[in-house]
């Protein structure tokens, strides 16, 4: 995790927002032994007495699967948009350029569910992802028992308590105004994610510059 204080979202809901926004999630530990597993899936987020768990499900008898059996020791990462950041746009070019990007970690201990409890899971999962469309074919409530009584079995739904949150938020945070505006301005041209970073710096610039404030760079580690 690159831990500098100025790339860090304080805002909490900020942080639930974005991974309700980007919920297909990287998902990785290891055996007991140190081989490390990794998959990528849809993940459910939920607040319970101000405590975050996160709900999903792999596939049985997969390497990760019978990793986190043996060791539920766990890492949850959610990612969003990225975009180049040349030091050409900086007020001096004479350093290396870097990438935006914004980035949650989650640490916790996988639990597995029982079957009903998968069910259910199922049924809040597939309803989401369809955007609460209850007539759709494919929600958990109107597949086929023959398709559910296949396909159930061979998937294992899980349940993370998150024991520590840890984010990024590398928005060019340490620029000056002029080199900030300035790359604002070329990843709206360059569109797609770069667009995507320039509209999230976008939301930080008066917070960044308040009116009236001399910016110092100097408190800045690097």
Do not use: C
């Amino acid at each position: 995790m690159y831990n500098f204080s100025y790339f860090k979202e304080k805002d909490r809901q900020a942080i639930l927002d974005f991974m309700e926004e980007y919920p297909f999630a990287f998902l990785t530990g290891s055996t007991l032994s140190g081989a490390p597993v990794a998959t990528q899936i849809p993940v459910m987020i939920e607040e319970r007495q101000g405590e975050l768990f996160l709900q999903g499900h792999i596939m049985r008898n997969t390497d990760h699967h019978k990793a986190f059996v043996e060791n539920p020791n766990a890492l949850i990462v959610f990612t969003g948009p990225n975009a180049y950041v040349s030091a050409s746009l900086y007020s001096n070019p004479h350093i290396g350029s870097t990438w935006n990007y914004m980035s949650v970690h989650i640490h916790g201990q996988i639990k597995f569910m029982p079957e009903a409890e998968l069910i259910q899971l199922m049924k809040k999962m597939t309803l989401k992802f369809e955007g609460g469309n209850s007539t759709s074919p494919t929600i958990y409530d109107n597949l086929p028992d023959a398709f559910l009584n296949k396909m159930m079995p061979a998937i294992a739904g899980f349940e993370m308590k998150a024991d520590r949150i840890e984010n990024v938020f590398k928005l060019s945070q340490n620029r000056d105004e002029k080199s900030y505006l300035t790359i604002i301005s070329k990843l709206e041209q360059e569109g797609g994610n770069s667009n995507l970073i320039a509209i999230e710096m976008r939301k930080r610039r008066a917070e960044l510059f308040p009116p009236g404030i001399e910016w110092d760079e100097n408190k800045f580690d690097s």
